[in-house]
């Protein structure tokens, strides 16, 4: 009924079948259509086990050679779009090695003490500690970015938001280094994930080793597996090290919070930038328009962006359900684990390089921010703090402030333009000096200790994060 595969039988581990997997079979357990783009890791790995059979004795310098410099060839031909590869060997792995016995003799002892799934895992932990480093860099990026916005626009304010109702002024620099903190936790998350990933299973072999005279520490240093000190760290348990996909959960767990972080920047940015907010203009590389309305210009880079957040908490939890109550040790579930990790690395970087641009391009309406920061109700705080420093309980203070609101409300008499009599009124000690309460340049000089908004501050800040930069 079904068609069982034409060609010669499965060489890697056809020993023991008289016939070969049905088509069917073929097609719905391939890996390599995903997961040849860990070609430069398995060859990595191939020829790091290759150079430590032979520094055991279990290869000569010649056959050693031969097999790396077969290696590299196949490397080359990938890289080339040359190389040829054949779903039913299943995957990566088994397509490389196919391509080795075609070109060197000894290709057949490779696999010497080595299987799949001890392969497949250090393949990932390379893949893993390079992909880190990657969005490590493009987080910095993003942060360089936001550090010269907050450059920028050091004088600009803009009113800070709760609830997303006006709550107290604060400068565009300091929202622009909000979203810097926000971002560099990323960067410290995938740092650790990267460390994490620094550990080599190799030689786990299926799951138990092998009875081979194998030298792990030399093919752990041979792949950088190793601590600050240079010394080799290695997986601790084979059963462990062949099922362990924690780094995978870590790593896909990173992105959706990084996903997350920028689906928020992207809505404020979105509402900042619409007709009624009016504070900024996005980029116009990074909008569209509109197949009907020619006035629009919408921020579908930042709709996108939003919604790839999505995606990326889908990529985590597909990882979760797929671990959850799965028997030691390695299981063929575990193929699946590659599709959300790429697609969460892939989300990850195109969208933070977007981020990057559209922060890089934007344009400030300095006079639409500063119309929206001069709103006085939002100096009502430093009213009360007023009434404090004239040793008014707080509690009182801040019931004083909120009937002059009510009062400026009910008269339609702007917070501060009420007079010292009507406020006096309220309490014996609001003062006549009390109106210099809403002069917002002195008020944002008042807010000057470590992590507040005050112009010092925020220099201190940008100097801060401009020598952090320079030094990573
Ligand atoms: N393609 C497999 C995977 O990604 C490699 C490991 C295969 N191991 C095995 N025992 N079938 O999981």
């Not at 626009?153 to 800070?160: E, F, K, L, M, Q």
């Not at 690395?345 to 006079?367: F, K, R, W």
Request: aromatic fraction near 8%; charged fraction near 25%; include cysteine.
């Amino acid at each position: 009924m079904f068609r069982v595969m034409a060609k010669k039988p499965q060489v890697t581990w056809g020993g023991r079948f008289s016939g070969n997997p049905s088509e069917l079979m073929v097609r719905f357990g391939e890996s390599v259509s995903f997961d040849q783009r860990l070609a430069p890791f398995d060859v990595r790995g191939s020829k790091a086990h290759t150079a430590m059979l032979c520094h055991v004795g279990l290869l000569t310098a010649e056959e050693r050679d031969a097999i790396e410099s077969g290696l590299d060839a196949i490397l080359q031909e990938i890289e080339s779009g040359a190389f040829q590869w054949d779903e039913s060997l299943e995957d990566v792995h088994m397509n490389i090695e196919q391509a080795l016995s075609g070109k060197v003799a000894v290709a057949s002892k490779l696999h010497t003490g080595r299987s799949r799934n001890d392969q497949v895992a250090t393949d990932m932990r390379l893949f893993f500690k390079s992909a880190c480093a990657e969005l490590d860099d493009a987080i910095n990026n993003l942060l360089a970015a936001l550090v010269e916005k907050a450059d920028e626009h050091g004088a600009v304010t803009v009113p800070g938001y709760t609830h997303l109702r006006r709550a107290q002024p604060v400068s565009l620099a300091y929202q622009w280094l909000a979203y810097a903190e926000m971002f560099s936790r990323d960067g410290e998350r995938f740092r650790s994930v990267a460390e994490h990933a620094n550990f080599c299973p190799l030689g786990s072999g299926a799951l138990a080793g092998s009875t081979l005279p194998l030298d792990r520490e030399f093919t752990a240093r041979e792949l950088g597996f190793v601590d600050k000190e240079g010394h080799p760290q290695l997986t601790r348990n084979s059963l462990d090290a062949v099922a362990d996909r924690d780094l995978f959960l870590e790593f896909a767990t990173a992105c959706a919070i990084c996903g997350t972080h920028f689906s928020r920047m992207a809505e404020d940015l979105i509402l900042w930038s619409t007709e009624e907010f009016g504070f900024l203009a996005l980029p116009e590389a990074f909008t569209t328009g509109s197949s009907l309305m020619p006035q629009k210009k919408n921020p579908d880079s930042l709709e996108l962006i939003r919604g790839k957040a999505a995606r990326l908490q889908g990529n985590a939890q597909t990882l979760f359900t797929l671990m959850k109550g799965l028997p030691m040790t390695y299981n063929r579930d575990l193929q699946e684990d590659k599709p959300p990790v790429f697609d969460s690395l892939d989300q990850t970087m195109i969208s933070l390089q977007v981020l990057t641009g559209v922060v890089t391009g934007l344009m400030v309406n300095a006079t639409a921010c500063k119309a929206a920061s001069a709103d006085p109700q939002m100096l009502a705080t430093d009213l009360a703090d007023y009434l404090v420093k004239r040793n008014v309980p707080f509690r009182e203070a801040h019931h004083v402030v909120g009937k002059l609101v009510a009062m400026a409300e009910k008269t339609g008499i702007p917070l501060n333009e009420l007079t010292h009599a009507q406020a006096s009124q309220a309490h014996p000690q609001i003062g006549p000096d009390w109106h210099k309460v809403f002069h917002l340049e002195t008020a944002m000089k008042n807010r000057e200790k470590p992590g507040m908004p005050g112009p010092d501050q925020i220099r201190q800040e940008i100097a801060r994060w401009r020598q952090r930069l320079a030094t990573e």
